[in-house]
């Protein structure tokens, strides 16, 4: 076991699942204009 690969990899796993939900917020966005309550839920996340 080395724990410090592992945190790394879980960092790295981390920025990608932001990266992903902020784009999918961004998409969110673009769709639904009036839809402000779940792009502020996104937010909260």
């Known amino acids: 076991m080395r724990p410090l690969r592992n945190i790394q990899k879980i960092k790295k796993i981390a920025s990608e699942k932001r990266d992903n939900l902020i784009r999918f917020s961004d998409s969110i966005q673009y ?15």
Do not use: M, S, V, Y
């Open 31 to 45: 769709l639904h204009e009036d839809a402000k309550p779940i792009r502020l839920a996104w937010n909260l996340l």
